[in-house]
């Protein structure tokens, strides 16, 4: 589903696991004609999830009940991605800048410029792992608890990871884009920082990246993130490894989409109902903070290390992937796949809240 005209999306950012204000808003959510079952599906879970479609006017009711429970939001018209990240080669640090090589030429991102990474699990197994981790929790100890942030950087290296930068303006608008595989670029470039490892090698791209960014967030929830054509294909190569990649893509192209909107919000000192204060924090991954100075992924290591798995080579290619079915929403059951090539589950009407 691609945005059109008027059309709008109405984005919040789950909580890690159900508290009390769910059992208000959703009730208030339900009387707007958003299904309770959906709505929980949708609040609760890792990375941004899409609530509703439809014109801007029916849409900011959902969005005011979101503000007045402090859930953080987004009221836009996502942007269709214009380019994929180019897979690098090399880099050559500078004082003044990080210059990539790729395969259609040098991309060069600026010290002090806004950064967005995606750390990306290309298996397309991270939905089923999560689940598998839920239910034995529930049988081993009778309760369920949310992955924590290392919990999820693990979860990423153990499977098929990829890493996607975007260079962005002080709007928030991608600029320039890279796509790093692991152990398939010329590390020479970290120079003492280099290692033998694929995911030490990694780690430190990210934190040169980091100590060289003005502001960076780090985003692993790839794959878990409700958002339609954001879901990898469970794949090895071929057509549906470049479906995932172009899912990739899309995903990052929504993420600059909500910094956008957190620019316009600060610019106009708006905090209605597209954002709230609370909104930039919550694209800021609390593991990066202090990443440019120490080292604060050594559990990437680690488990690449244990783990004996071979990084992917995969062509960083654009395409259209298809819808995703739902995210499996923490601490409830899965719901219902959709029809093959139906991705939303019955399709969108005016205020077209998903059920």
């Not at 959902?62 to 380019?83: E, K, N, S, Y």
């Not at 962005?168 to 033998?196: C, K, M, N, W």
Request: proline share 10%; net charge neutral.
């Amino acid at each position: 589903m691609t945005a059109s005209g008027d059309e709008f999306w109405l984005i919040v950012q789950p909580t890690a696991a159900a508290d009390e204000r769910l059992t208000t808003v959703v009730p208030e959510l339900a009387r707007l004609g958003l299904d309770p079952f959906a709505a929980r599906q949708r609040l609760v879970g890792h990375g941004p999830a899409l609530l509703a479609t439809g014109e801007r006017t029916l849409l900011e009711k959902g969005a005011d009940l979101l503000r007045a429970h402090r859930f953080v939001h987004w009221l836009l018209i996502p942007t269709p991605p214009r380019w994929a990240p180019e897979r690098i080669l090399a880099l050559r640090p500078t004082p003044g800048a990080i210059h990539f090589t790729c395969r259609h030429g040098e991309v060069v991102f600026p010290r002090d410029s806004p950064i967005l990474a995606v750390l990306a699990d290309l298996s397309g197994k991270m939905p089923e792992r999560q689940m598998q981790r839920l239910v034995a929790q529930n049988a081993y100890r009778g309760a369920v608890s949310p992955a924590t942030e290392e919990e999820l950087y693990l979860e990423v290296v153990r499977g098929e990871p990829v890493l996607d930068l975007y260079l962005l303006s002080l709007a928030g608008r991608p600029q320039h884009g890279v796509r790093i595989f692991p152990g398939r670029f010329d590390p020479q470039g970290l120079g003492e920082l280099a290692t033998y490892s694929a995911t030490g090698n990694l780690e430190a791209l990210l934190a040169l990246v980091r100590e060289q960014a003005g502001s960076f967030s780090l985003h692993p929830e790839f794959g878990l993130a409700s958002l339609p054509g954001c879901r990898p294909k469970p794949s090895k190569g071929g057509e549906q490894r470049r479906q995932s990649l172009a899912a990739l893509t899309r995903f990052g192209w929504l993420l600059t989409d909500l910094r956008q909107a957190e620019a316009r919000a600060e610019t106009a000192g708006d905090q209605r109902p597209q954002t709230v204060t609370t909104a930039a924090t919550a694209l800021l991954h609390p593991l990066t903070t202090g990443l440019g100075t120490t080292p604060i992924l050594p559990l990437l290591a680690t488990a690449a290390a244990g783990s004996g798995a071979a990084w992917p080579v995969a062509a960083a290619t654009a395409g259209n992937a298809g819808e995703p079915a739902a995210a499996p929403p923490i601490g409830l059951p899965p719901p219902p796949l959709a029809a093959e090539g139906d991705g939303n589950g019955g399709g969108f009407r005016p205020l077209a809240w998903f059920t």
